[in-house]
């Protein structure tokens, strides 16, 4: 009897007027920011063989905002992102895109079509393939078998191309293969693709590392330029890098948040100092 | 170089030009193809007239022999080109291709052996002859239909197209990549020619199927259906050459590339990359497929033995001689190693497992990139290829490019 009325309570849920059966809502959708927070994180917990790589974390992203992540090694921040783009399933949490989309109910191909963009720590990029093939390849659409097969780049995508050349400065290699670029030039192709992609958020992890001061300098130009259109969260650990874009900067340990606010807020924080920066202040 | 006649020089340096231009067409994804299917078309045609029309004692009569040689040859230069799509541009190394060849063949197999009708040895109009030795009383169920031949062309596609789905959705939907993925291919291949030797898989057991009669009404042992033969494998070479070319020049073509070189990559930029991996391996699977459909009828026979591991990895030696990931480099490799395999074996039968080895050694460890690689490197030290390229990078590239190799 009871089996029959938790049945009933299903079918009569499934026929609700106010819903609609998941298998109709549309794959794309934008999420909805009208709470003005892009990024909803509580109490993700993930854990390795017993090593806790995230610890109950809890952070909230604003739309528009350039983000810095920061913290010692095993802190989490690349597990943070794993988690975020669907690379990694965490044991206990919630992840959602806005108000509406749910993380964790997606795979990475489709987190990457939601929006969400993500640059790997080592430059990663299609080396056999010229600079304008890899953006090619990062545009936003369709992205199944078939449109691909048919797909032929349109005179605005061509535009957006040349503009995303534009704002990562390799409109000179352009036909050049991306396998022959510098460490710093991948850096900034790989920043390219995720932005060919037009994302609404962008996961940044190490955009700096290997490259020349003057090359960081134009990198930190770039992110902060980002900001306001898309949502950037970088991970980085040049502290000068972050000082020089950052206007909240949250810091981990040990798989949680241990303290967010200005540079200045954090740096003078107690607990960071205790942690984190004591060696070097 | 010191003191040269202007005008020799520059004659010489147009030779250089033009030589220079014809190798870098062909470094161009998919071109150097356009060519060979030109060679290729040239080649059958003239030695499909050259048996039919001239008499047998002219110098140039090409003997039926080596028309089904040909034929033969281009079947496995079509297995070879199977093998390279996915493992030239999308770095899943198969080591059991052979197993979707074989299939293919014994589709075509099952249908030239129901042509045979009553006159094998036992005279049955039904049943096969290794089916009366068995004392089967009828055909056994898969075996119905076979003698139509769409329906056995059809099956011959669908069985190995759906084996190589499947396989391939599991395989790559559990990302298995690298050498689990090529151990798994090989046991598959190996596990069914285990299951063909068996009598009670109504397969012919270990002597296959053979003693073919005709096709389409045609006599298998004739000239003509001999040239016929070799002219549609011909044709069906060069379709298939003209389709993978246009698969590997359009997006998906690069996304494959992608998934090769970077497989995360594509992935965060939302390629669902085992979907891309388990089509393209279908569409290998069924070109290998078809190359077993027409190996069939011009070798006369089909048994488990095609369906050896030694056999795929044979495909593989092919494909590295000739040159990964140009599709041209293979189809030569296939043609060029074969030759060979026929010249050896007939000087020193015994010899021929020892040259094959070596010449994979050789391969591997002097021309990484194949014969193919070879042609880009002997084109890439001409002195306008060198400067052009120069002209393409700007010097600060150089100097940060040699940073980022330090």
Redesign the interface.
Known sequence: MNSLNEFTGQARELMRRDTTWPFLVPRRRSPDVSKNVILYLEGLSVSFDGFKALNDLNLYVNDGELRCLIGANGAGKTTLMDVI?GKTQCDSGSAWFGQNIDLLAHD???I??LGI??K?QKP??????TVF?NL???LQGS???WS????KLSGAERDRIDEVLNIIGLE??R??MAG???????QWLEIG?LLA?EPRLLLVDEPVAGMTAEETERTAELLTSLAGKHTVIVVEHDMEFVRSIARTVTVLHQGSVLAEGTMDQVQNNRDVIEVYLGEEA | MIRVNPALNTVVKNVWSTVGSVLSNLRQPGKGSSMLVGVLLVTTLAMSAANLLLPVDSPLYVSTYTITLMGKYLCFAMLAMAVDIIWGYCGILSLGHGAFFALGGYGMGMYLMRQIGDRGVYGNPDLPDFMVFLNWQELPWYWSGMDQFWFAVLMALAVPGLLAFVFGWLAFRSRVTGVYLSIMTQALTYALMLAFFRNEMGFGGNNGLTDFKDILGFDLQSDATRVGLLLVTTLLLVIAILTSRAIVQSRLGRVIVAVRDAEARSRFLGYRTEHYKVWLFVYSALIAAVAGMLYVPQVGIINPGEFSPLNSIEVVVWVAVGGRGTLYGAIVGALLVNYAKTRFTAIMPDGWLFALGALFVIVTVYLPQGLAGLLQRFSGDKPEQAAGRELDSDASNGVSGREANA
């Open positions: 783009t990475e191909a489709e990457a079509q963009g993500r790997f990663t990029v299609f080396e056999a393939h093939h090619e390849l990062s992205k199944g078998v691909a097969l048919t797909a000179k290699a036909f050049q022959a670029l510098s460490h710093g030039q991948k693709m992609a």
